[in-house]
């Protein structure tokens, strides 16, 4: 089936994931859809699968305009798509989660059965179709929401980011089978991915997107660095470096090491000086994460040792760490932050540690007046957190920072948000610098992390790969790092 | 245009409660019954005498007190249901008192109530502690706990607090007259309870409107992940509004055997609680409602006693007409939420 996508345009509240994107895929190819975290592949495939609908553009299957409202329809249409989590019912059999979402009226479930293992056969998979879907991995469970989509028609299958998290058989068998839809069945096949390596090995052409824009398609294979100069931007000259902050030790890493039932993250260790930036790089879920909330003390060690100003840190908690002066940012603002439902006043007085009673909301409303003032937030005492803008509440955020932290801990300090409002936190962020503040940050914007950090250190698949001081590194290195390609 | 749209939206809320008096106007007259008899029949059993109107005051003390220990709770985005068994459990406790110590009442009195509120305080912590340290659900565990207090009376009546002269009377025997409180002209009405109630109500507004304890619950309620990152100690802060939830909850199970009754019996609350819950949902929330809907509630209930005796349904018809009220106002109460469902339904429609 012929895919064309034409100008497609989505935008989130100020944030443009998709500007005017148009691409074509062929039958009986295999695509790749490249780009750095946060440069709008996601959203343009859940555009395609029907999970969003695009605010302009259309989508064209076989010369014919469609306009899908749920995935249901895009199915029907032919169009899946293969989350990177499996949408199965984990309660469920196999086979039940095989016939889930489609007509299958006076079908006999031994007749079903046999149509599962016969077209798990076809590509090579081993299904049992009465085990519980919890028991199975996720390369299983891959397997398994693959054949419910072809059951289902797709004869255009999207795969997002479909080898995070599978054992190395289980991504040849995927491979395989991919190679097998397409050269065989001729169906059209995309794989969104940010793997240089992968795309390099399976697909035929690849798109290749940055910061919701199109900036171009490569026959492949081609050389990496093709596919690394069109990923990132090119990194604008960089201001001469401050001299590094030659302050005490303030934070001292030894071997910790971080347990999620996603992913491990490998002993690290590391110093960071009072007013030194740490810029983390890398893929997202790679491990940077891990280590900044172990940092907060939001997720617990499992091993290695904290030291804070040189004291050891055994039980090391959140609270414990705002008591230290260690302040902690998270991506989602309205998630992890602030509190939707809340005035600015109201969270002003909910941070302002006031021992009383009661309330002072006079002091409070001018308290947060200041703060709109001197943090050049647009909004009033009375609005609601959830009304402002983005850049607005990410200052907001900033304006409820005590004074006088240690350190800072930040995710995507300026995801979303305008040069003008990102210079402007940079700025606040280098004054508290200047005083000794030391600041560790990661960022999908390898810009970002050049330009800001003292030291830069990339992780991969959980591992701290490489640390270097960033005067010594060059944007080149930087992004094959993160392709993978190193 | 705009105007007709937001003078619709200004009297939305009172269209589930006419809504709701249709329902169960057709009710009635399917049943053959003049609705004007039964409506005016309850009208008289409410607010016909001085001593109904007493009667009316009297039932809403424990309701309003559990009422305003459910703000509490709900700001902080809670939902103890576990609040009937904190009722009962306040009961129990001051039944205790009653029943073991012999005091002058002007010490014996107090004594019980703080009892009650211990009692119910207990109770509400319990199932706080089975959410913060045991992950259970406060819906689940609170449920749990109301059949075990449930369980508890009947094992008290039954077993040692049974009267001497023997099991036929279903309760302990009646408490000595310096243990209850003292009633207003031969009512069930005791002021110092109803002075209470209305502290309480005042004391929660307060809290819920003025104080860091308040704005803390608020967060909570709103986001307890960014509340967290925030400073506020969630544990901590959810424990202690269930507490003084319960506490009060407990007062008003206290105020049951101590004025309503004059002993503790079989079923001692008589799902106050649940009628409560019902009260703060109808109320969304809201302070200034609260107390004019559980008014509304002891009104219609107490009016149905009367309905029951002059016509010949059953007063289950005061039941009927508050939980289709608190049905409807769920349903379709939010004008925002009642307009955004007609417009997906119309797109869908169309599409």
């Known amino acids: 089936m012929q895919v064309q996508l034409n100008t497609i345009h989505k935008q989130f509240g100020s944030l443009v994931a998709n500007d005017e994107i148009s691409v074509q895929f062929e039958p009986g190819r295999i695509y790749g859809l490249l780009g750095e975290n946060g440069a709008g592949k996601s959203t343009l495939m859940k555009i395609l699968s029907g999970y969003q609908q695009p605010d302009r553009g259309e989508i064209v299957l076989n010369g014919a305009a469609q306009h899908f409202a749920s995935p249901r329809q895009a199915l029907a249409a032919g169009v899946g798509m293969l989350y990177q989590e499996p949408l199965d019912v984990p309660v469920f059999t196999v086979l039940e989660n095989f016939l889930l979402g489609r007509a299958h009226d006076g079908e006999r479930p031994q007749q079903s059965a046999k149509a599962l293992t016969q077209l798990a056969g076809r590509y090579g998979f081993q299904v049992d179709p009465h085990e519980h879907t919890r028991e199975l991995s996720m390369g299983e469970r891959q397997q398994l929401e693959l054949l419910r989509l072809l059951a289902g028609g797709a004869e255009v299958l999207i795969l997002d980011e479909p080898t995070t998290g599978i054992s190395a058989e289980q991504k040849d068998l995927l491979f395989a089978s991919m190679r097998t839809l397409a ?95 740490l810029g983390l790089a890398g893929l997202e879920g790679s491990g940077q994460e891990l280590l900044l909330r172990a940092c907060a003390g939001l997720l617990p060690l499992s091993g290695g040792s904290l030291r804070l100003g040189g004291q050891p840190q055994p039980d090391w908690d959140y609270p414990r760490a705002r008591q230290h002066g260690v302040a902690y940012l998270a991506a989602g603002r309205l998630e992890e932050g602030l509190i939707a439902g809340l005035t600015l006043t109201e969270h002003m007085a909910l941070v302002s540690n006031a021992h009383g009673l009661l309330v002072d909301w006079p002091q409070n409303r001018q308290l947060a007046a200041q703060h709109i003032a001197t943090y050049q937030v647009v909004g009033q005492p009375e609005s609601y957190i959830e009304n402002l803008s983005g850049g607005n509440q990410q200052r907001f955020l900033f304006a409820m920072l005590p004074q006088n932290l240690k350190l800072i801990l930040m995710e995507h300090p300026t995801r979303g948000l305008d040069i003008r409002s990102t210079d402007w936190i940079w700025e606040q962020l280098d004054q508290r610098r200047a005083q000794g503040t030391a600041i560790i940050f990661l960022s999908a914007d390898l810009d970002e992390i050049a330009a800001r950090s003292d030291q830069i250190a990339v992780f991969s698949g959980g591992r701290l790969l490489r640390s270097v001081p960033a005067a010594e590194t060059t944007a080149d290195e930087l992004g094959h790092l993160i392709g993978g390609a190193l | 245009m705009s105007l007709s749209k937001t003078r619709l939206e200004r009297v939305w809320p009172l269209l589930p409660g006419l809504a709701a008096l249709l329902v169960t106007t057709l009710l009635l007259l399917a049943m053959g019954t003049s609705p004007v008899d039964a ?227 079989q079923s001692i609350s008589g799902g106050i609680g649940y009628l409560a819950l019902m009260v703060v949902l109808l109320a969304g929330f809201r302070l200034v409602l609260t107390p004019l809907v559980a008014f509304f509630f002891s009104a219609v209930l107490n009016g149905s006693i009367t309905l029951q005796l002059r016509t010949q349904l059953h007063s289950a018809l005061g039941d009927i007409l508050t939980g289709v009220l608190v049905l409807l106002v769920l349903l379709f109460g939010n004008y925002e939420r009642v307009r955004r469902a007609f417009r997906r339904r119309r797109s869908q429609a169309d599409g």
């Open chain 2, 39 to 265: 409506y005016s029949a309850m009208w008289q059993g409410a607010f016909g005498t001085s001593a109904r109107v007493y009667s009316v005051l009297a039932f809403l003390v424990p309701l309003l007190l559990a009422a305003s220990g459910l703000l509490l709770t709900f700001k902080a985005g809670l939902w103890n249901i576990g609040i009937e068994g904190q009722i009962i459990m306040g009961a129990v406790a001051a039944s205790w008192v009653a029943l073991r110590v012999q005091l002058p009442s002007g010490l014996q009195i107090p004594l019980e109530l703080l009892a009650a509120m211990a009692g119910g305080a207990l109770w509400a912590a319990l199932a706080g502690v089975l959410k913060t340290r045991g992950g259970v659900h406060e819906i689940f565990g609170g449920l749990a706990l109301n059949n075990l207090a449930i369980l508890f009376t009947n094992y008290l009546i039954a077993g040692p607090w049974q009267p001497p002269e023997g099991g036929s009377f279903r309760g302990t025997q009646p408490f000595g007259a310096h243990a209850l409180l003292p009633l207003f002209e031969n009512s069930r009405l005791s002021l110092l309870s109803l002075a209470l109630a209305i502290v309480a109500f005042a004391g929660v507004a307060l809290v819920l409107t003025n104080s860091h304890w308040g704005l803390r619950l608020k967060a909570l309620g709103q986001n307890a992940r960014s509340a967290f990152l925030l400073g506020v100690s969630s544990n901590r802060e959810m424990l202690l509004a269930m507490a003084v939830c319960g506490a009060l909850a407990g007062l008003g199970g206290g105020v049951r055997v101590l004025s309503w009754f004059d002993s503790l019996r």
């Open chain 1, 183 to 277: 050269r065989e069945e001729g169906k059209t096949l995309i794989l969104v991915s940010h793997k240089l390596d992968e795309v390099q090995e399976l697909c035929d052409y690849a798109y290749v997107l940055r910061k919701g824009r199109l900036v171009g398609g490569v026959q492949l294979p081609c050389p990496n660095q093709e596919l690394v100069d069109l990923m990132f931007d090119e990194l604008a000259p960089r201001p001469a470096r401050r001299q590094p902050a030659s302050g005490d030790v303030l934070l001292h890493l030894q071997h910790i090491t971080v347990r999620t039932p996603r992913l491990e993250l490998e002993p690290v260790s590391l110093q960071l000086q009072a007013g030194q930036v």
